[in-house]
Structures are given as C-alpha cells and as structure tokens.
C-alpha cells in the first residue's frame, strides 16, 4: 500500500556530481524519518544519510561533507546530493522511508527498489 520510487543513479566520473530522488506514495498518514543506505559489491547496506521530519540529519562519516539529504515533506520525497563522487561511493542505493499509515498503527519501514550508482575513473 506505500511505494517509493527512486530516480537519478546512473554513471559518473570521479569527482562529478549526481541526484537522487525518491517518491514516496500510497496510504500514508505521515512519515517520520526518511534516508539513503548504499549496498557495494560484496558489502552489506550501510546508513549513508538519514532525516527526520522536522530536518535533522545524519551522515555517515564517508559521506560527511560532500553529500547532502534533503526532503519536501509536502511532496513525501527525499534527495541525496552527492558532490566529488569517490569510486568508494558505487553500489546501490536504497531510500527507505518509515511510514504510519494509519493513526492506530507505529511506522513500518517502506523501501525502494534501489538505484544503480556507478563511478568512474
């Protein structure tokens, strides 16, 4: 009943820039904290970027500095600005998004299919 749909991967040189974008749509009462986890070729998913509703954030240490998260809470979308991309940065990225999608119930957890980002050279 909830879907998020991710746009924006795709391939970059090293040191370029690139946007991600993630929708999030179907019954939602509200979201609290929305983010980004990468998943590198043989790695596990790691937290890149987080944000909660009211804007804080959070970044992982790598992404400090050159990676910003953004969210329109009025659109239910979150982005990722990624600057002086590294090749360290490539994988897939995930946006995720915890959802109450009804007054009664907690957030369940909404996770998009993931985008392809690769860096090169």
């Known amino acids: 009943q909830v879907q998020l749909v991710e746009s924006g991967g795709g391939l970059v040189q090293a040191g370029g820039s690139l946007r991600l974008s993630c929708a999030a749509s179907?019954?939602?009462?509200?979201?609290?904290?929305m983010g980004w986890y990468r998943q590198g070729p043989g790695e596990q998913r790691e937290l890149v970027a987080a944000i909660t509703s009211g804007g804080s954030t959070n970044y992982a240490d790598s992404a400090k500095g050159r990676f910003t998260i953004s969210r329109d809470n009025a659109k239910d979308m979150v982005y990722l600005q990624m600057n002086s991309l590294k090749l360290e940065d490539a994988g897939v990225y995930y946006c995720?998004?915890?959802?109450?999608?009804?007054?009664?119930?907690?957030?369940?957890?909404?996770w998009g299919q993931g985008t392809q980002v690769t860096v090169s050279s």
């Open positions: 995720y998004a915890d959802v109450k999608y009804s007054r009664r119930y907690t957030n369940s957890r909404f």
């Open positions: 179907g019954s939602i009462f509200s979201i609290n904290d």
